[in-house]
């Protein structure tokens, strides 16, 4: 019962901002949007969360629509090394598990 | 900048064998978790404690897996026997709370094959 749904790939051109759209339009007034990621053969990446403002961190900015059903991670200058998986993940508040789905593999081409 | 410890990285055992493998938290998280990966999924918990006690372990096959952090530090998931279905990265994280906020740090795995 997947709270989230992700683009199961993209690609995005080095030095241009990459977009990572993520639906979770059932989530719950105290679920909270996270974002990890994972490059090949390491383990997951925290990157962001967020409640309903949008937050920005030295790796990227989060954006979530007003109803909060959708957000939408920046990365915003995407290099070679941000080719990934990005995990979008729906967590209640008080609750420590992490639901990873299938994520969105994004190709960052040179 | 501190980091979560996972050995070995590979692992190749035979079918029916046993197998471990073994984590180091980052110094002072007192949350630990062991997830599974399949290739081409993402990580499923498998357990969690809470220093040396198991907060939440519905997702562990208990007839043949088992888990421990006796002194609420280093952990130990172990397989017997191993299975073919068992070829996965198994990933260890930690957290210094285990709330919202507790944001987890993973290692870098150990991958399992079971031939």
């Known amino acids: 019962d997947a709270k989230t749904t992700q683009p199961p790939s993209m690609d995005c051109a080095e030095g241009r901002a990459a977009n990572l759209p993520c639906n979770h339009s059932?989530?719950?007034?105290?679920?909270?949007v996270y974002w990890y990621r994972q490059i090949h053969s390491q383990g997951p990446q925290y990157i962001i969360h967020?409640?309903?403002n949008n937050e920005t961190n030295e790796m990227a900015s989060l954006i979530i629509t007003e109803d909060r059903k959708s957000s939408t991670l920046i990365l915003p200058h995407a290099t070679l090394r941000d080719t990934a998986v990005y995990y979008c993940?729906?967590?209640?508040?008080?609750?420590?598990?992490?639901?990873f789905g299938a994520g969105t593999t994004v190709t960052v081409r040179a | 900048e501190a980091e979560v410890a996972q050995s070995p990285r590979y692992k190749i055992t035979e079918k029916s064998q046993a197998v471990a493998f073994w984590c180091d938290p980052i110094?002072?998280?007192?949350?630990l978790y062991w997830y599974r990966q399949i290739l081409g999924q993402g990580p499923e918990l498998l357990v969690q404690?809470?220093?040396?006690?198991?907060?939440?372990d519905s997702q562990l096959p208990k007839d043949r897996f088992s888990a421990e952090r006796l002194k609420g530090v280093d952990s130990t998931l172990k397989i017997q026997p191993a299975e073919l279905g068992d070829s996965a990265m198994y990933l260890c994280?930690?957290?210094?709370?285990?709330?919202?906020?507790?944001?987890?740090?993973f290692g870098p795995g150990t991958r399992l094959t079971v031939t």
């Open positions: 994280a930690s957290s210094l709370q285990g709330g919202p906020f507790g944001e987890q740090y």
């Open positions: 059932t989530i719950s007034g105290n679920e909270y």
């Open positions: 967020g409640l309903k």
């Open positions: 993940i729906v967590r209640v508040a008080g609750d420590y598990k992490l639901s």
């Open positions: 110094s002072g998280h007192a949350t």
């Open positions: 404690f809470q220093d040396e006690s198991v907060v939440d």
